[in-house]
T-cell receptor, first 111, second 113 residues
């Protein structure tokens, strides 16, 4: 079983819609959770992190964490074509040293 | 403004050559990592370091080696490049605090012909 699971997609949404990206993790010792965006041919860039149950909002992005269900999600409101990218979920365990990445979900935002 | 630098950005090299991919960071991070990523595929951890003179192999077996003689520098070396080494190599560093994510370099895209 992989540490972090994501649906590979592609997830297609129309411009202006809400995109919902999901991630599950297997280790209940996971402490912090991160969402990275990766454009084709580029390196990943951090867009959000969350470590407490509930919602965390930053602009058009909302991260949601449910530790009981071992589930993390990222909502992108008012999706733009520039949001089209692969979104990587990552978790870090109690030793704070190493990340485990999901395989990523490819998002296409259609104009 | 990038605080972690990788060179070269692109490299095409012949089979059997020795190559070193450079990675340097100016943030004073103790922890540094090398990932390998094929186009459209997931990240695979190949090496990591928790400080000077500390190096470990990652989850994906790799024929490369690394060294960590200075905090800011974490080069990756392939003694004899092969076409199977063609990939993108990403270097990352991390602050000790759990709530800070990795900072990635811009990557080196390696092609072995």
């Amino acid at each position: 079983q992989k540490e972090v699971e994501q649906n590979s997609g592609p997830l297609s949404v129309p411009e202006g819609a809400i995109a919902s990206l999901n991630c599950t993790y297997s280790d209940r010792g996971s402490q912090s959770f991160f969402w990275y965006r990766q454009y084709s041919g580029k390196s990943p860039e951090l867009i959000m992190f969350i470590y407490s149950n509930g919602d965390k909002e930053d602009g058009r992005f909302t991260a949601q964490l449910n530790k009981a269900s071992q589930y993390v999600s990222l909502l992108i409101r008012d999706s733009q074509p520039s949001d089209s990218a692969t979104y990587l979920c990552a978790v870090i365990l109690y030793n704070f040293n190493k990340f485990y990445f999901g395989s990523g979900t490819k998002l296409n935002v259609k104009p | 403004e990038a605080d972690i630098y990788q060179t070269p950005r692109y490299l095409v090299i012949g089979t059997g050559k020795k190559i070193t991919l450079e990675c340097s960071q100016t943030m004073g991070h103790d922890k540094m990592y090398w990932y390998q990523q094929d186009p459209g595929m997931e990240l695979h951890l190949i090496h990591y370091s928790y400080g000077v003179n500390s190096t470990e192999k990652g989850d994906l077996s790799s024929e490369s080696t690394v060294s960590r003689i200075r905090t800011e520098h974490f080069p990756l070396t392939l003694e004899s490049a092969r076409p199977s080494h063609t990939s993108q190599y990403l270097c990352a560093s991390k602050d000790t605090a759990a709530n800070y994510g990795y900072t990635f370099g811009s990557g080196t895209r390696l092609t072995v012909v």
